[in-house]
């Protein structure tokens, strides 16, 4: 059985493949702008653009991304007018600024020059290909108006695939003719996540100013609470969160915890580091509350056993 010559758009595909872009099938849309999906919605602006499924040949969409050339060719027999998508991010070795229409031009002109670097031109604006940047690029749709990012766990159209408008996807410039730049500052800062707000536990409370002596104070207070038949979870989480209370920063809780871990009766089994570490944890997540002796009121702890020291929490 003689093998079917290569189609122009399969020779493609596999160029982009030799090259190490690993390419996966697309829905396309006819001359009339209606998806091979079947979707008529007019209105729709990812005709062309979503992955095919087959659960045999490509069960998982852009994952199922590929440089194999049997693969691919597989795939290009069953649908020989689909479109190409290549996955984006780190380990694709390619990220993109997706600029789209009037707005998209114009938020380029409100920044510095882009660098030259690979670029296609879409059925709306132009894609602009460059390195991956450390931290990872996330995905960003209108981050600025009209500006797009694809970057991990997304993906990119590549050419000759046919746009909804009826236009084909073209190089404007090629791979092959510039190498990759890198992605400019300002794109990855405007789509980084905000930091994120200091956490309490780093900071002692503000009325912080920590008696020398209470840390043991506590620390004998939870041992004793262990020895009376309290859990020692449970105590482990109240004596984090008096000594956050307190005025303690977290690294000197530690330090107290680790006391504790040390002489904390063992039971059957032994309280770990492991279970100290968590409660330190869930306690400094939350903002230090007043202790009782910086408010009004009765000392919640103040009806205590005979044998056991009064301490100030």
């Known amino acids: ?42 209105s729709c ?55 789209d229409g009037p707005d998209g031009a114009a938020s380029l002109t409100t920044v510095a020059p882009l660098p030259a670097t690979p670029m296609v031109i879409t059925g709306r604006g132009w894609q602009y290909y460059f ?14 108006p009209g500006l797009d990012t694809r970057g991990e766990g997304g993906y990119a159209i590549l050419p000759p695939s046919r746009h909804w408008s009826g236009q084909r996807y073209t190089w404007g410039v090629r791979p092959a003719d510039q190498a990759l730049a890198a992605l400019p500052g300002w794109i990855a800062a405007a789509v980084a996540p905000p930091p994120a707000p200091p956490r309490p536990d780093l900071a002692a409370a503000p009325w912080a100013t920590p008696d020398p002596g209470l840390a043991d104070r506590l620390l004998r207070r939870a041992l004793g609470k262990v020895a009376a038949g309290e859990g020692r979870n449970d105590t482990g989480l109240w004596l984090a969160a008096q000594l956050r209370d307190n005025g303690f920063g977290e690294s000197e809780a530690d330090r107290v915890g680790r006391a504790y871990v040390a002489r904390c009766p063992s039971g059957p089994q032994p309280y770990t580091p492991a279970e100290w570490a968590r409660s330190l944890a869930q306690a400094y997540r939350r903002a230090p509350r007043t202790p009782w002796r910086r408010s009004k009121g009765p000392d919640p702890e103040a009806v205590m056993t005979a044998q056991e020291e009064p301490v100030s929490i």
């Open 1 to 42: 059985m003689t093998t079917p010559p290569d189609s122009p758009l399969l020779r493609i595909v596999l160029a982009y493949a030799a090259n190490g872009w690993p390419v996966f099938a697309l829905h396309t849309v006819d001359e009339a702008g209606r998806c091979s999906c079947g979707c008529a919605d007019p």
């Open 45 to 99: 602006t990812t005709r062309g653009k979503h992955p095919r499924h087959d659960r045999v040949l490509q069960p998982r969409g852009l994952h199922s991304a590929t440089t194999d050339p049997a693969e691919i060719r597989r795939r290009w027999q069953k649908w020989p007018d689909a479109n190409v998508g290549t996955p984006t991010g780190t380990a694709a070795g390619r990220v993109v600024l997706d600029v």
């Open 131 to 144: 390195l991956p940047p450390e931290p990872p690029l996330k995905n960003a749709v209108k981050f600025r």
